[in-house]
């Protein structure tokens, strides 16, 4: 295999920070106030008492749990506690609609962020999915969540046995295409996180997602009703859609995608790096009012007024119910097995949730080299350390008091297949797998 893929190293938390550049995250003091609200600042949050260059900030997100933290921070007021007062949650139509508004920028009636698929800014940033292959700087500032997707099947397939391991489906993909009829697997967006999760599930399992089945693209909301109508054979989105799947009787969840990956990556905090930029200390603003909001979400006790929260007709127009089970990690799977207490609950900032790990990066950037999203000569390594800035989680983090991780890695990651991706050997992990796009 000819490659040459760099990742980045285990760093220590100074690694990153350039003194030049980022001096306005050395902060220190007393908080500050925000005589126009009355709302503190968090301690640290700003040096010198200055505030965020701006109160405004325009974010989009899809109708997913995981956009929660922005939701909460908004509903909560987390957001004007920080001097965000003008903060807007747009409501994005599908990814290709987010990506989009975010090389327009709210200057051109777009956005300036969003709760975003991790691989997006990065795909951005490069220009891979932009109009004319003309890149957008961005900088990821957060991660959102982890685990709580799921990879779900129609109902025409509830007896053959698939689960966890895909395999059953081979055979029956098989039979259906040979009978003259298309085989289609959904995902959300090209080289996002449900395309790898739904691409490594099925690899896995010998199906080859770009010859053995057709992948199409559907935004998230509308899953389920193309599935109702026989539109796609399986799918890979995030809640609140496979639980109402299956508590309308149209297909089953295979598995969730904690199994696939345990407390894996999902969404993130992305902004336009010019954004960041222009207002370092609105962008650290942004991220410690998120840290808050995610805090809140994470509490047990929070659960069933988040679920209320998110089901209102402005945000997601679902019953409560159908976002509930699997936020608790109670999941009915739709094929006869319940399963309560899973661990497989929406995290949004325990086990270091919150933290954007370069090491996470590296993996989807990895995955996309694998399915010829990237090239094989990708220096992976200077990407990552363009567009994340974990640097400013940090300095939000501490002045909120919370404790950061000692490095940007997370260290070796090992899959349900037994797979394992070492972030500082990416070559052995791609060279294991039998099928990819890549010599």
Same mark, same amino acid.
């Given at each position: 295999?000819?490659?040459?893929? =760099? ?18 995250? &050395? ?28 109160? &405004? ?85 957060? &991660? ?31 039979? =259906? ?21 739904? &691409? ?66 999902? =969404? ?12 370092? *200390? ?30 209102? *007709? ?122 990819? *796009?890549?010599?």
């Amino acid at each position: 295999m000819s490659m040459s893929v =760099k990742l980045p190293q285990p760093a220590t938390p100074t690694d990153s920070v350039d003194a030049g550049r980022r001096d306005f995250l &050395r902060t220190s003091g007393a908080a500050a106030l925000l005589g126009a609200t009355g709302f503190a600042f968090p301690s640290g949050v700003f040096a010198q008492g200055a505030g965020p260059e701006t109160p &405004r900030v325009v974010l989009g997100y899809i109708a997913l749990t995981d956009a929660a933290p922005l939701i909460i921070a908004k509903e909560k007021g987390f957001f004007d506690k920080v001097g965000l007062t003008g903060a807007e949650i747009s409501k994005q139509a599908s990814w290709a609609a987010t990506r989009d508004n975010l090389v327009l920028g709210s200057e051109k009636n777009g956005i300036d962020g969003a709760h975003i698929l991790t691989p997006m800014p990065y795909l951005i940033s490069a220009g891979k999915v932009t109009q004319n292959n003309v890149p957008t700087p961005m900088y990821i500032l957060a &991660r959102l969540n982890l685990d709580s997707q799921a990879i779900s099947v129609a109902q025409e397939y509830k007896d053959v046995g698939a689960g966890l391991d895909a395999s059953p489906l081979k055979a029956a993909f098989e039979k =259906k295409k040979a009978a003259g009829k298309e085989v289609k697997v959904a995902m959300t967006f090209p080289g996002g996180t449900h395309d790898m999760w739904i &691409r490594y599930w099925m690899a896995a399992a010998g199906i080859d997602p770009d010859k053995d089945v057709s992948t199409i693209v559907v935004p998230p909301p509308q899953m389920v009703a193309n599935m109702k109508v026989g539109n796609m054979d399986a799918f890979c989105v995030g809640e609140p859609w496979n639980e109402q799947l299956v508590n309308q009787g149209i297909g089953f969840t295979a598995c969730t995608t904690g199994e696939v990956w345990k407390k894996h990556p999902e =969404k993130a905090v992305g902004l336009r790096a010019d954004w960041v930029d222009k207002n370092p *200390r609105a962008a650290q603003a942004l991220v410690a009012a998120v840290i808050e909001a995610q805090q809140w979400c994470d509490k047990i006790e929070n659960k069933e007024e988040l679920a209320a929260i998110l089901g209102r *007709r402005q945000w997601f127009n679902v019953p409560p119910v159908d976002v509930l089970g699997r936020l608790k990690g109670d999941i009915n799977y739709g094929n006869g097995r319940i399963a309560k207490a899973t661990g497989q609950e929406m995290k949004f900032f325990k086990d270091d949730a919150s933290y954007p790990f370069k090491s996470h990066d590296a993996w989807f950037l990895a995955e996309n080299v694998r399915w010829g999203k990237f090239e094989g000569t990708t220096d992976v390594k200077a990407l990552v350390d363009k567009v994340n800035r974990e640097d400013i989680w940090r300095a939000a983090a501490k002045s909120l008091g919370a404790t950061a991780p000692a490095t940007t890695s997370r260290g070796k990651e090992t899959f349900f297949d037994g797979k394992v991706f070492d972030p500082e050997n990416p070559s052995a992990y791609l060279a294991s797998l039998s099928i990819k *796009r890549i010599a």
